[in-house]
C-alpha cells in the first residue's frame, strides 16, 4: 500500500514552490508512515511486539496509560523503544532521492536522555552549589538546557525526575552567597526554572526564600529584559501558589515602585501581564494589608490603569481590572479613582466587552464606589446611569454570568434604580438589540 502526495503538496509542506507539472504524484512507501499518525516517521522505534512506530507517538500512546501494542492489540512485555537504524536510514535515503519534489532530509534524531542521566547531573548540580563553584554549576545548567531544548521528551523527563527542586535550591544557595558574585549563575538558573512551571512544594519553598526573592527584585532592577522578563515571571508563579509570599515580597525595599515602573513603561507585553497578576496577589489576597494598598494609590497607579483600560488588549484588561477593583476596597483607592473623569465611563464600557471575570470586576468596583465613595455617591449613581450602566447591568442578568455577577449586577441597579425617573432613560428594554449593540 502507499500513499499519493501531489507534488504542489509536499512543496506546500515543505515550505518551497518548485515550476512544473502539478499531476506528477510522489508515492511514500507505507512503511515509512507510522502506524499511529499516518506521517513519514522522523525519528523510528521499534517495540516488543516487533511493531515500529515513530517514537512521538508511540510514547503519547504510552503515556495515556496504554499497555498494548496499537496495531497487534498484544500486552507490552516491556516498554522499551529500540531505534530503527535501518528504517531511518533508508528513509533519509528516501528523502534525498526525492527532495526535487520538496521534501527535506529528516535529520538524525538525538538519543533521548534517562532518568538516570538526569540524575548524575543533578547530583552534580548540588555538589557544585554546596561548594559555591558558580561555573560548574552553570555548565550543568546549560546542558540541562541543551537536553530540554532537544525535544518535548526530554523536557517531560527532565522536569518529572525533580530538576526544579534541585535548580531552586541551588539558586537559593548561590543568592545567600552573593547576588552580584553569582549573577552569571543566578542568571543561567532562573532562565532553565522558567520552563518547568509549575513547581513543585520543595521547590517553592527554597524559591520563595528571602534571599531568593530579594535576587529576582535585584534582577528587575538592574538587568536586561530577559533577567527581568524570567524574575517577574517566577514571582508571578510563586505568588499564586503560595500565598504568604506576599507580605515577604511586599517587605522588600523598592519592589512596588520596579511593578508600577513595568506597567507605566509597558516595555514587554509579557512583563507588563505578569507585573499586573503580581500586583493583584499583593492586593487582592486576605493576608494583604491597608498599608501595601495604599502604598500603590500613592504611586499613582489608579490613574494609571484607568489609562491602560482605555486602549490595551483583552488579557491586560482583565488583569488591569483585577487590580483596579481591589484597589477600591480602600478609601484611598475610592477617592482616587473618583477624581479622574475617566473611571466610571471606562469601567461601564468595558462590561460585557472582555470577558465574564472582567465584567464582574468592572461591575464591583462601580458598586464599591457606589456604595463607599468619598464624596457624594449619587454623583457617581447619575454618571452611571448616563453612560448606560442600567442597560448593561439588564443585559448581564440575561445572558450567563456566573450567580456573583448577576447579585452585584442586581445590587447595583437598585441603587441605580432612585435616581433613572430624573434623567431619560430607557423605559422599555429590547434586550436582542441591546445585546447585539454590546
Known amino acids: 500500500m502507499v500513499l499519493g502526495w501531489r507534488r504542489s503538496r509536499v512543496a506546500r509542506l515543505a515550505g518551497k514552490k518548485h515550476p512544473g507539472s502539478h499531476d506528477i504524484e510522489l508515492v511514500v512507501p507505507n512503511h515509512f508512515r507510522c502506524p499511529i499518525s499516518l506521517e513519514l516517521m522522523k525519528d523510528p522505534v521499534t517495540l516488543s511486539s516487533g511493531i515500529t512506530y515513530d517514537r512521538e507517538s508511540i510514547e503519547t500512546w504510552l503515556e495515556a496509560g496504554n499497555f498494548t501494542c496499537p496495531?497487534?492489540?498484544?500486552?507490552?512485555?516491556?516498554?522499551?523503544?529500540?531505534?530503527?537504524?535501518?528504517?531511518?536510514?533508508?528513509?533519509?535515503?528516501?528523502?534525498?532521492?526525492?527532495?526535487?519534489?520538496?521534501?527535506?532530509r529528516i535529520p538524525t534524531p538525538r538519543i533521548p536522555i534517562t532518568p538516570v542521566e538526569i540524575?548524575?547531573?543533578?547530583?552534580?548540580?548540588?555538589?557544585?552549589?554546596?561548594?559555591?563553584?558558580?561555573?560548574?554549576?552553570?555548565?550543568?545548567?546549560?546542558?540541562?538546557?541543551?537536553?530540554?531544548?532537544?525535544?518535548?521528551?526530554?523536557?517531560?523527563?527532565?522536569?518529572?525526575?525533580g530538576t526544579a527542586s534541585v535548580l531552586a535550591v541551588a539558586f537559593d544557595a548561590f543568592a545567600n552567597d552573593s547576588v552580584e558574585r553569582n549573577v552569571i549563575v543566578l542568571e543561567g538558573i532562573l532562565r532553565a526554572l522558567n520552563w518547568m512551571f509549575p513547581l513543585d512544594v520543595e521547590a517553592q519553598i527554597s524559591l520563595g526564600s528571602q534571599a531568593s526573592l530579594r535576587c529576582m527584585v535585584w534582577f528587575m532592577r538592574y538587568k536586561d529584559l530577559s533577567p527581568k522578563q524570567n524574575s517577574i515571571i517566577a514571582l508571578k508563579e510563586l505568588l499564586s501558589n503560595d500565598h504568604q509570599l506576599v507580605e515577604k515580597l511586599a517587605d522588600i525595599e523598592g519592589v512596588n515602585e520596579i511593578l508600577v515602573e513595568f506597567i507605566r513603561n509597558q516595555i514587554c507585553p509579557t512583563i507588563t501581564k505578569a507585573s499586573l497578576m503580581v500586583i493583584f496577589y499583593l492586593v487582592s489576597f486576605p493576608c494583604s494589608s491597608e498599608k501595601i494598598k495604599l502604598a500603590f494609590v500613592e504611586m499613582g497607579l489608579v490613574s494609571l490603569i484607568v489609562g491602560i483600560l482605555v486602549d490595551s488588549e483583552k488579557s491586560i484588561c482583565e488583569k488591569a481590572l483585577g487590580v483596579f477593583d481591589s484597589l477600591c476596597g480602600c478609601k484611598e483607592g475610592r477617592e482616587e479613582a473618583q477624581s479622574n473623569a475617566l473611571t466610571v465611563p471606562v469601567l461601564v464600557k468595558k462590561i460585557l466587552r472582555v470577558s465574564d471575570l472582567a465584567t464582574e470586576y468592572s461591575i464591583s468596583a462601580i458598586l464599591k464606589l457606589c456604595k463607599y465613595g468619598g464624596r457624594d455617591e449619587g454623583t457617581v449613581l447619575v454618571e452611571a446611569l448616563q453612560v448606560g450602566a442600567f442597560q448593561k447591568l439588564l443585559l448581564v442578568l440575561q445572558v450567563g454570568c456566573g450567580d456573583e455577577t448577576k447579585e452585584k449586577a442586581t445590587e447595583l441597579m437598585k441603587l441605580l434604580n432612585p435616581y433613572r425617573a430624573g434623567l431619560e432613560c430607557i423605559d422599555s428594554v429590547d434586550f436582542k438589540n441591546l445585546k447585539r449593540s454590546f
Request: charged residues 25%.
Open 71 to 104: 496495531v497487534t492489540n498484544l500486552i507490552l512485555r516491556s516498554f522499551d523503544q529500540i531505534p530503527n537504524h535501518t528504517l531511518r536510514k533508508m528513509i533519509q535515503d528516501w528523502c534525498v532521492e526525492n527532495h526535487n519534489f520538496g521534501v527535506e
Open 119 to 161: 540524575s548524575e547531573i543533578l547530583f552534580s548540580v548540588a555538589a557544585s552549589a554546596r561548594r559555591v563553584d558558580q561555573y560548574r554549576c552553570l555548565e550543568l545548567v546549560q546542558k540541562i538546557e541543551k537536553w530540554g531544548g532537544e525535544s518535548e521528551r526530554n523536557r517531560r523527563c527532565i522536569v518529572a525526575n
